[in-house]
């Protein structure tokens, strides 16, 4: 007997294969729109990134915001205490062991006891000489020899505090098994950083050192290296601490370290992990006086020292943040220090603008070759919508009404035949063989007896054919030279072209259009090219050269309808000479106005209207170009810089609208 094969069931969890597959892509939008501001304002792709991330975006802090929180902490780090907190509460209780002993002495009237006051009176004035003096001393008073057993035990802890943070909580009543404890693990880290410095592999033996001595550590390092980080930027901070006292101060608080750790047998040793660790980490600024607090509080030496640390933390921390040195990257900036420093949130907050850097690249928006960042054609393009976009925000918004227009205008005479449908083409549809176009590719089809309807595809579509096709040539002529980055207008002019190339391109596909940048000489300019173009420093407003590569644009589009549009804020100073090299003077030099005019009356003869755009209302300059379109039959515009683009995208649009038909 046999039996049906169960069905086969499926469970369905979460996926923890990596970032989810099924996730919508990262917006990048905004972020792109902002970058492409900076770029179409004069600024580089890198620049323009950089100002992002400081900015931030999608209401997410950036790099500026989380700097200006750690400057605050850093502020505040500042005036955590004196430095030499340790030194005067030995101090305290030396002179209160000294005069408890005193007390003891003056009732006796034995000779041995003025002789031990005398000895007191000769004591070191240094608190360090001092210290030394009354190491054998037998003190008749209890109170006062509790009081030096309290200053040896401060020492002990506050000396290994300053070298191992925590400490002093652990030597909190330690006895002789503590201390010995303390010794072992001394010896065996300067043993285990010996062996990191000569490349052995240690981590096994850094396994065995945190399974034996990890209570000492509550940081809890992973590996070596944490290990060794930890401890190098401690003992630098401990140098920093010491550099930023008197000298006075200095020399004996030294002195006092020194005799603390020769007490404690760890002399030796000491002195020995210092030099390991200074070798392991050569990086970390040994010796030299940075930052220290200075505040009212006076600090012990463990405290002192993580403060100078947590200053020298907070000060790196800040110019991570900053990005201002050269190679600066995300990558550079401690998450653990800007965690420590600001809380998780700020790491969340910094991890938000890794991803949108890294995406903006993964997606195509940027692209780096030889080091150099660049916008990638995908991100031009995005640049060019928008742009386009916020011209018809302003033309609608000025009510000029819909200006998404699908009527070129007339299209000459009808030919009385037909071709297929293009995408572009705004030629009447032929109904007629638009229909027969579709009976007859379906006639092979079956058919219900009541079934009459017919399925048009867009293979069907036919246009009427026109003795000249809808289309026009389009230079747009942008001045470079140096006054437009002067008086605010070269990010506008850019902004400009870029939408009218993304209206010609997208949305009228049958019209050609040109980008001319002129200044000491012209040149054609691609759209990657024009974002990313800075203004030319040289001197010079060539348009004769410019309008005579406008004239070699519209000569390879005879059938079109000529179009240019100049964008410019000043009167030409510049022209080729016979031999084509630029010449230039100002005030412009007749030669300069002569060859120009001539070349717009070249242009003029190709049948192509000039319309300029005047970005100055310098009475020469409105002269120059009222004579230059009466001349090639255009007009003069003489908008504000923010309303270029609508006023250039406005007469382009008009110009199709009221196209003549030859």
Not at 211 to 237: C, M, N, W, Y
Not at 262 to 275: C, I, K, P, R, V
Not at 476 to 501: F, N
Not at 528 to 545: I, R
Request: glycine share 8%.
């Amino acid at each position: 007997m046999s039996g049906r094969r169960p069905a086969r069931g499926y469970r369905y969890s979460r996926w923890h294969g990596g970032p989810d597959p099924l996730a919508p892509p990262y917006d990048l939008g905004n972020a792109v729109d902002e970058i492409g501001d900076s770029v179409l304002g004069g600024s580089g792709v890198r620049e323009a990134l950089r100002e992002l991330l400081r900015r931030g975006a999608e209401g997410r802090p950036g790099l500026d915001e989380l700097r200006r929180s750690v400057r605050e902490r850093l502020r505040k780090a500042r005036t955590a205490g004196r430095m030499d907190g340790t030194l005067q509460e030995v101090r305290e209780l030396l002179d209160k062991a000294v005069e408890a002993e005193r007390r003891e002495l003056f009732p006796d009237p034995d000779d041995a006891a003025r002789l031990a006051e005398g000895e007191l009176d000769a004591l070191p004035e240094d608190t360090a000489g001092a210290v030394r003096a009354l190491k054998d001393w037998q003190w008749r008073s209890d109170e006062a020899r509790q009081a030096y057993e309290q200053i040896q035990d401060l020492l002990r802890r506050e000396v290994l505090d300053s070298s191992f943070a925590s400490m002093k909580q652990a030597l909190e009543n330690a006895g002789e098994q503590d201390m010995q404890a303390i010794k072992d693990m001394v010896a065996d880290l300067s043993q285990l950083v010996d062996a990191h410095n000569r490349g052995e592999d240690t981590d096994e033996r850094f396994a065995d050192f945190m399974e034996k001595h990890g209570q000492f550590f509550p940081d809890d390092p992973q590996t070596v290296e944490e290990l060794i980080d930890s401890l190098a930027r401690r003992a630098a901070a401990q140098e920093r601490m010491m550099a930023g006292l008197s000298p006075e101060q200095r020399a004996e608080l030294a002195d006092l370290m020194a005799q603390t750790m020769e007490d404690m047998g760890l002399a030796s040793e000491m002195a020995h992990l210092g030099d390991a660790l200074r070798q392991a980490r050569p990086d970390l600024p040994w010796g030299r006086r940075g930052q220290v607090p200075d505040g009212e509080q006076a600090l012990g030496m463990g405290d002192a020292t993580s403060a100078v640390a947590e200053l020298a933390d907070l000060e790196a921390l800040s110019n991570q943040l900053s990005q201002g040195y050269a190679g600066a990257s995300l990558a550079d900036i401690d998450e653990e220090l800007l965690e420590r420093a600001l809380g998780r949130p700020a790491v969340d907050d910094l991890a938000a603008l890794r991803q949108m850097e890294s995406e903006l690249e993964r997606q195509g928006y940027l692209n780096r070759s030889g080091g150099k960042l660049e916008l990638s054609p995908k991100a031009v393009r995005r640049l060019g919508a928008t742009a386009l976009r916020r011209v018809f925000a302003q033309l609608d918004a000025a009510g000029r009404g819909d200006h998404d227009v699908a009527d070129a205008g007339a299209a000459g005479e009808l030919t009385g035949s037909s071709r297929e449908w293009r995408f572009g083409d705004e030629q009447p549809l032929d109904v007629v063989r638009t229909v027969k176009n579709a009976v007859l590719r379906t006639a092979h089809e079956p058919r219900t007896e009541h079934q009459r309807r017919v399925h048009i595809a867009v293979e069907d579509f036919e246009v009427v054919e026109t003795e000249r096709r809808t289309g026009a040539a389009v230079a747009l002529l942008v001045d470079l030279s140096y006054s437009m980055a002067l008086r605010g207008t070269w990010g506008a002019a850019k902004s400009t072209a870029m939408a009218l190339h993304s209206l010609v391109t997208t949305r009228f596909p049958q019209d050609a259009i040109e980008i001319i940048g002129f200044a000491s000489t012209a040149q054609v300019l691609q759209p990657s090219t024009l974002a990313e173009l800075s203004v030319d420093t040289l001197q010079g407003t060539n348009l004769q050269h410019g309008l005579m590569l406008a004239r070699r644009f519209l000569a390879k589009h005879h059938d079109a309808e000529p179009v240019v549009l100049v964008v410019t804020d000043g009167e030409p100073t510049a022209h080729l000479e016979d031999d084509g090299t630029p010449f230039f003077c100002w005030p412009p030099m007749p030669e300069t106005i002569a060859r120009t005019v001539a070349e717009v009356e070249r242009v003029a003869r190709t049948g192509a209207t000039v319309n300029v755009f005047a970005l100055d209302p310098d009475p020469g300059l409105v002269h120059f170009v009222h004579d230059l379109t009466e001349r090639a039959g255009g007009r003069v515009f003489t908008p504000d810089s923010d309303r270029l683009g609508e006023f250039v995208v406005a007469d382009y649009l008009r110009t199709r609208r009221g196209r003549r038909t030859r």
